[in-house]
């Protein structure tokens, strides 16, 4: 009899990468995926610990847990990914009822560590060595956690899929945890990713993102002495038959060179869509947080895109009230925004991390409702340039890789085959449109007819399969 695995996902594109290895590693294991809590043998929270609510949401989770394992004491509870590393025994305090906190790096070990809980082994855990407990390469051996097994069943769509190119991170800005979470930054063998490509292609992938904390900083030199990097490694990757788009998340500004410009420029699968976080406007600010550049260096990228790049779209991040933030620091952060125009930000209020440097040195001195209100006029402004932005696309046709039901109808509900349905364009933009469900995994132009700082609105114009045009009475749809 199969056991019932429920595992639940919080956080970044890893941590859903992460999932989807477990469970196709857990199925070979004799394990089975239900929906819910309540029918699984096992539960599994997959964790995040960049914000403190995320790390709350997950204790949240858990607490609601408690009487159902005191009722069921067989039931497995697990904690894993980058919160398991973080707090590792202090989970076992504040839920004692979880057998089992397994860090990023050790998520293979978890059928054999299961195994020896339901064999009444008591609590396991297994974690990577921290940045200071012992030689470099067993530091970054620990956190290896390059498994290529995969189980289309776990991805949001069966036609996208993530790829990890590059593991931890360096570059310890003093607000992250991920350095300690993750480790030491380490590139993938380009081996390994290719074959891992060929794989997804295979599956009937036709867009592959890669990932990696600060991906375009990615390198790897092979025993021979050569050195990989992503431009390089993009080159390699357009070659593969039957994918279509190549994306890839999250840039680190420095990094972004004119040598990767143009591999993406040149080559038509590489997606015109860059996320460079920028984190704040202000000098004094960036230095605070050591991004390790200044305002001028990151308006020189812009400009070097702009350049070479021109129909780029890019996203960036911020973090409003960080240690220190004075109102000249935010209003510079809000003029950067205004300047640089980008096609969307994702604009978080400081949350302080236990283990970082900003944490142990640099005092939370901004009141809470300043954060709330800086937060909410960083967005305001965003919004009013990516309505402004996204009008442009008014009258325009553009092509678009279906998804599947938007979150309107996936919130209404309804089996039926008409419904309204959600894709992305090359560089990203959300589309929706009125369509058939059995458009998903298409590529279909779709006439732009309206506009919101979020979502372009369209309707089907053509649909594309290869060199052939379909008809819209061909596949259901009102002419």
Not at 220 to 246: P, V, Y
């Amino acid at each position: 009899m199969n056991k019932r695995l429920y595992i639940e996902t919080v956080g970044c594109q890893m941590n859903v990468l992460d999932s989807e290895m477990v469970v196709a590693d857990l199925k070979r294991h004799g394990y089975e995926i239900v929906g819910s809590p309540k029918l699984a043998d096992t539960v599994l929270f997959n964790t995040c610990s960049v914000r403190e609510h995320a790390e709350e949401k997950i204790y949240s989770a858990l607490g609601k847990l408690r009487q159902t394992k005191e009722r069921h004491p067989e039931k497995t509870i697990g904690v894993l990914g980058c919160m398991a590393q973080k707090d590792q025994q202090i989970i076992f305090q504040r839920a004692p009822f979880v057998d089992l906190v397994v860090g990023p790096g050790q998520l293979q070990q978890i059928p054999g560590l299961l195994a020896k809980i339901q064999a009444g082994q008591g609590r396991q855990i297994a974690v990577s060595l921290g940045r200071k407990q012992g030689a470099q390469e067993q530091i970054r051996r620990s956190h290896e956690t390059f498994d290529p097994l995969r189980d289309p069943s776990m991805r949001p769509t069966p036609f996208q899929a993530y790829l990890r190119i590059q593991i931890g991170c360096d570059k310890f800005c003093t607000y992250c945890v991920v350095p300690m979470t993750r480790g030491p930054e380490q590139g993938r063998s380009p081996a390994q990713i290719l074959d891992e490509a060929r794989l997804l292609a295979d599956q009937g992938c036709v867009e592959i993102t890669l990932l990696g904390q600060t991906v375009n900083s990615y390198r790897h030199t092979d025993a021979s002495g050569k050195t990989t990097r992503l431009s390089q490694l993009l080159e390699r990757l357009h070659e593969i038959e039957g994918l279509r788009r190549l994306k890839f998340v999250t840039n680190y500004p420095k990094d972004m060179t004119v040598e990767l410009l143009r591999t993406i420029r040149d080559l038509p699968k590489c997606s015109p869509y860059l996320h460079v976080p920028a984190q704040s406007g202000s000098d004094a600010q960036l230095k605070a947080m050591r991004r390790g550049y200044t305002v001028a260096d990151y308006l020189e990228m812009m400009e070097r895109i702009e350049r070479i790049l021109p129909q780029a779209a890019v996203s960036s991040d911020f973090i409003v009230g960080f240690c220190g933030e004075t109102e000249e620091d935010f209003q510079q952060t809000v003029q950067l925004v205004k300047r640089c125009r980008f096609k969307n930000s994702f604009i978080f209020k400081y949350s302080q991390r236990a283990g970082t440097k900003a944490a142990e040195r640099l005092p939370d001195d901004v009141p809470e409702d300043v954060k709330t209100r800086r937060n909410h006029e960083l967005l305001a402004v965003q919004d009013q340039i990516s309505l402004a932005d996204n009008q442009r696309f008014v009258g325009q046709a553009v092509e678009v890789l279906v998804e599947g039901p938007s979150k309107k109808s996936q919130k209404i509900g309804g089996d039926g085959p008409l419904c309204q349905m959600m894709g992305r364009t090359h560089c990203d933009r959300i589309v929706v449109f009125d369509g058939n469900r059995r458009q998903a995994g298409q590529f279909l132009s779709i006439h732009v007819i309206e506009a919101t700082a979020t979502t372009l609105i369209g309707r089907v114009h053509t649909v594309h399969q290869g060199p052939e045009v379909v008809s819209l009475q061909e596949i259901g749809l009102p002419t």
